[in-house]
């Protein structure tokens, strides 16, 4: 009886898996960076001397500078090649990580998260253009979640490492926490100099880094930023306000005219018009930037207002982390079965969660909420797993045929952006209210509140986007259209 041998055909080839093994490496290390230091910041204020302006600009620099550089690094990228820029990328990265560590001045380590950012963000566009370049069909949509796993898994570990490295090391642990992701950076550095090959030709083709429209958006994000950073007078920080205004207005005129003239925009027109696409990037907008304001919160709350330990406080926050990773894994069959009505119920049930939050902090006595911090904590991980990632899928979706790449850029800088404002506005108005006399509780409260309306802002804008699409649905008036508007 002979056997019939079948070939068995490598699923990955030696490249294709040195590829992955570099961007897995740096998507880790540059996400990991951007977690794992909400744990150490009471640690740190106390050791540098800080001032909440000081903190504010520590926590939330990071994101600042990673947004911007985003879409000029990943234009370079394509036009000049890049394993260079990714190299580029993360060597400045770990530089600035260095210089972090070793600060004996919060300006210093201010400056150095600010050019760490912008390493981060020359690297993370490099990222996905290297999956999309080496990987196709099914292989690419795996690469690309493997990408997005390791993301979670950061999330997931970084509050546990920092707690852990704190209490190992003491208050001196942050400088600690700086360099974790040193090893990572540079192994990854050394990898992708080593192992990939850089593309053929540089391709010329491609978009320009539009500089004028990039100034105008810098300008716009610091005009938004400054008023929650900078003591002052009111009419000073209305004056910010009014900047970030102009800058806006004048955006939105050079983006049309930019784009006229046959060149590619940071934020294109086209695609603000695009069905779908400016309500989902808002949906988007305001649940990440909650997410990862409330997140830097409630590190400082549960050290400075329920006494726990940086280790003990990693831990409460684990939870919930895990939580948003197993759901994130389940909410495919969330949009399958639902579409866009499924990603609105679970942007809206952030709501009487964050009610309930509210009400456990000033009702029930201290001993209690930090329990209820914690199953807080697990149902809105639930809630954000099942809607951040549809989201920018369906999202993504919106774009016209030639603009996902753009699309992505525009995506993940409204992101960072609204992460950046998020964390320096809470951070900072927890630090002042918990100050005064109503104390840390209060301050608690004070945050569950802005994040519940930022959950009602998601949701309105995610209702209204499910609501116009049912319309252009019938509005095309097929038989498939008309089945699609029947309940599921």
Not at 206 to 227: E, H, K, N, Q
Not at 250 to 276: D, F
């Amino acid at each position: 009886m002979s056997r019939r041998l079948v070939p068995v055909v490598p699923t990955r080839t030696p490249l294709q898996t040195r590829v992955l093994v570099v961007c897995l490496v740096t998507g880790f290390a540059t996400l990991l960076d951007s977690a794992v230091l909400t744990v150490a910041a009471p640690a740190l204020r106390d050791g540098l001397g800080a001032s909440t302006v000081q903190l504010q600009w520590i926590l939330a620099g990071y994101s600042l500078t990673f947004g911007l550089a985003l879409v000029p690094a990943g234009r370079l990228g394509d036009r000049y090649g890049r394993p260079w820029f990714l190299v580029a990328g993360l060597v400045l990265f770990a530089l600035t990580s260095l210089v972090g560590a070793s600060a004996q001045d919060a300006d210093v380590l201010v400056v150095a998260r600010l050019v760490q950012g912008v390493g981060a963000g020359m690297a993370n566009p490099q990222v996905i253009g290297l999956l999309q370049d080496h990987f196709d069909g099914p292989a690419r949509a795996r690469s690309l979640g493997s990408y997005a796993s390791t993301g979670a898994f950061a999330a997931v570990i970084a509050p546990l490492v920092g707690g852990v490295v704190l209490a190992a090391a003491g208050p001196a642990g942050w400088r600690i926490s700086l360099v974790l992701t040193l090893p990572f950076a540079l192994a990854a550095a050394v990898l992708c100099a080593r192992f990939v090959p850089r593309a053929g030709r540089p391709l010329r083709s491609a978009p320009g880094t539009d500089p004028v429209g990039l100034a105008l958006l810098s300008v716009t994000a610091l005009g938004l930023l400054v008023p929650f950073v900078l003591p002052g007078s009111l009419a000073g920080r209305a004056s910010w306000g009014a900047a970030a205004v102009v800058g806006a207005t004048t955006l939105v005129w050079w983006e049309r005219r930019y784009s006229r003239s046959g060149r590619t925009p940071v934020l294109s027109p086209e695609l603000l018009r695009a069905p779908g696409f400016a309500l989902g990037c808002l949906v988007a907008t305001f649940t990440f930037g909650s997410a990862l304001g409330f997140s830097a919160v409630l590190m400082i709350y549960l050290q400075e207002g329920a006494g726990l330990t940086p280790l003990q406080a990693g831990l409460a926050t684990t939870p919930g982390a895990l939580a948003s990773v197993v759901a994130a894994h389940l909410s495919w069959r969330l949009v399958r079965r639902f579409g866009r009505a499924g990603v609105t119920a679970a942007v809206g049930a952030k709501i009487p969660v964050a009610v309930a939050l509210l009400l456990a902090v000033l009702l029930l006595p201290d001993r209690f909420v930090v329990a209820s911090l914690v199953v807080g904590q697990v149902l809105t991980g639930v809630t954000g797993g099942l809607s951040i990632s549809t989201n920018q899928a369906l999202t993504l979706d919106q774009a016209p045929t030639g603009q996902h790449g753009v699309a992505a850029g525009m995506l993940q800088v409204s992101q960072r952006l609204s992460a950046t404002v998020c964390i320096a506005a809470m951070t900072g108005a927890f630090v002042g209210a918990a100050a005064s006399p109503a104390g840390h509780d209060a301050a608690l409260a004070g945050a569950v509140v802005v994040t519940a309306l930022l959950a009602v802002a998601a949701t309105v804008c995610s209702v209204l986007d499910d609501v116009l699409a049912r319309r252009r649905r019938a509005r095309a008036g097929s038989p498939a259209a008309e089945a699609a508007l029947q309940p599921a």
